[in-house]
């Protein structure tokens, strides 16, 4: 039976150097902490976009009488909309079938004679079905649009309701503003999963791995040695990627850094103790970055949350969100971001990643006293 040996904070201290040091001579683990988190951090701010703008869409006005002229100057001034006009509709049908055009809007003859004789007028809407989304963001913009103009012609009566609508935490409804807080939470699954699980799993693959554990030094003090010196490189990281999105992407910060290092410190417990174990059982590099893609970069993409809304997600697949580190991450990052230190909704998130960590950190520590021993 293997003795337990006394934690020995010397020796804790000499493998972190040890570590440290490594990953400085490592081009790859500097290219993964610090180059590939702006190119995602680049991608996903500019490439991917849930704002609707300058939709190309066609405007058929039937008749040339002033009503009509005025609404197809409204949709070209929309800045939802790059409008096309036409008289006919099938000048336009065209640029919808080849997907030039996500839709048109026809004004018809009657349009003027409905609005003089007190009749509702008609206002016809075509969208790309091919693309929902798309397609009701122009049925709704549209039907907003029309609305608006109705109000403010001269002699319109006043509405009996005034609506007066106020958006909390992203005002100018920015999706940058929501994705890019996610955004960093995708990058530091990469970074923290993938980074370790590759590192250790080189250890392994060598042979040094074996190495460092027949050495004095505890179980506990290698894992905590090889992991500080990540842990300290995700807080790196994550100031990095917070300062680009500040200062790059006009990204609020309305709460304070302490919470935002507090929670990213939260979070790289399960990222890093997940890679642990994957380098752990797989040995090795190949096949360490095949596990960490599935099980740490896709379910962080696809169930946090980041992307797509968990709500509107089966129950089942509601559950298995739950296991997700980054749902908690995502959440966490932001609030802080857009609405600030609200602890009431911050604690949890932050319990809730310390414990998934805990479970990792836990299994890998078992794991690698099994290698040891066998």
Known sequence: MTPVRRFDPGRLAALIVKESLQILRDPSAILIAFVLPVVMLFLYADAVSLDIRRVPVGVVAETD?????????????????????????????????????????????????????????????????????????????????????????????????SLVSRFWFNAELESRRALVPGAIAIVMTMIGTLLTALVVAREWERGTMEAILSTPASVTEILVGKLLPYFALGLMTTTGCALLAIYVFDVPLRGSWGTLLA???????????????????????????????????????????????IASMPWPIRMLTNLVPARYFVSALQTVFLAGDVWRVLLPDLLVMLAIGSVFFIIARLRTAKSLDS
Do not use: C
């Open 263 to 309: 929670l990213t410190a939260a979070f790289l417990v399960p990222a890093l103790g997940q890679g642990l174990l994957i380098s752990a059982i797989a040995r090795n590099q190949f096949v360490a970055a095949q596990v960490a893609l599935l099980t740490g970069f896709l379910p962080a993409f696809m169930l946090s949350g980041f992307l797509f809304e």
């Open 65 to 161: 009488d002033a009503a009509a002229r005025s609404l197809a100057a409204a949709f070209a001034g929309s800045r939802y909309f790059t409008v096309t006009p036409a008289r006919d509709r099938r000048d336009v049908e065209a640029g919808v079938v080849a997907g030039r055009l996500r839709g048109y809007v026809v004004i018809p003859q009657d349009f003027t004679r409905r609005l003089q004789t007190g009749e509702t007028p008609l206002v016809q809407v075509i969208t790309d079905g091919s693309q929902p989304n798309t397609a009701s963001f122009v049925a709704n913009y549209t039907l907003g649009l029309v609305a608006a103009w109705q109000a403010g012609r001269e002699g319109a009566a006043a509405p009996a309701v």
